[in-house]
T-cell receptor, first 113, second 118 residues
Framework: SQQGEEDPQALSIQEGENATMNCSYKTSINNLQWYRQNSGRGLVHLILIRSNEREKHSGRLRVTLDTSKKSSSLLITASRAADTASYFCATDEEDSGNTPLVFGKGTRLSVIA | DAGVIQSPRHEVTEMGQEVTLRCKPISGHDYLFWYRQTMMRGLELLIYFNNNVPIDDSGMPEDRFSAKMPNASFSTLKIQPSEPRDSAVYFC????????????????FGPGTRLTVL
């Protein structure tokens, strides 16, 4: 079953602008992770935020988590053409037993130079 | 470390043929996952292993699909017989459950195998 739903499905911005992607989920989680996938490549882990954290930074990435709204956002500041990729959120559901990460369908980001 | 290694990178075959995809996880990782990605269905988990033991294969679409992990450094995904609707990119990923917490850490993905069944 699909847990994370990214929004928007596609986003096109100019180089230098900020890009914001959102993820909503349905159940309680242990952590939420964001991944990037360049065309023709595998997914690459970007950042993990635990359920007791509200915000996390890594370079130009900023992730927020609102467990009361069951949502997360990924902000990429000062975007570059190289940021063009699909971005996925993945949730580690609490009390899921052996169920591993559940991935959303992703947001396709295009950064135009 | 070389990361997760998958072979072949591309496979073109005819309907009815057997296809075997291979994966070498990152050394020391105790979880291995097989995914399928298509435009229509996104990323689907097919099966995953913990310490070489299959834990959940409920994502395997049909009996035509089978997966094995004979040792910690090798896994295969086999499709027999293959059908055109099996055309997709198949990813292998591995991860390490750390610290005794039942919380899944980041997964490391291989480059994928693009399968085309004619």
């Amino acid at each position: 079953s699909q847990q994370g739903e990214e929004d928007p499905q596609a986003l096109s911005i100019q180089e230098g602008e900020n890009a914001t992607m959102n993820c909503s989920y349905k159940t309680s989680i242990n952590n939420l992770q964001w991944y990037r996938q360049n065309s023709g490549r595998g997914l690459v882990h970007l950042i993990l935020i635990r359920s007791n954290e509200r915000e996390k930074h890594s370079g130009r990435l900023r992730v927020t988590l609102d467990t009361s709204k069951k949502s997360s956002s990924l902000l990429i500041t000062a975007s570059r053409a190289a940021d063009t990729a699909s971005y996925f959120c993945a949730t580690d559901e609490e009390d899921s037993g052996n169920t591993p990460l559940v991935f959303g369908k992703g947001t396709r980001l295009s950064v135009i130079a | 470390d070389a990361g997760v290694i998958q072979s072949p990178r591309h496979e073109v075959t005819e309907m009815g043929q057997e296809v075997t995809l291979r994966c070498k996880p990152i050394s020391g990782h105790d979880y291995l996952f097989w995914y399928r990605q298509t435009m229509m269905r996104g990323l689907e988990l097919l099966i995953y292993f913990n310490n070489n033991v299959p834990i959940d294969d409920s994502g395997m679409p049909e009996d035509r699909f089978s997966a094995k992990m004979p040792n910690a450094s090798f896994s295969t995904l086999k499709i027999q017989p293959s059908e055109p609707r099996d055309s997709a990119v198949y990813f292998c990923a591995s991860s390490l459950l750390q610290g005794g917490l039942f919380s899944y850490n980041e997964q490391f993905f291989g480059p994928g195998t693009r399968l085309t069944v004619l």
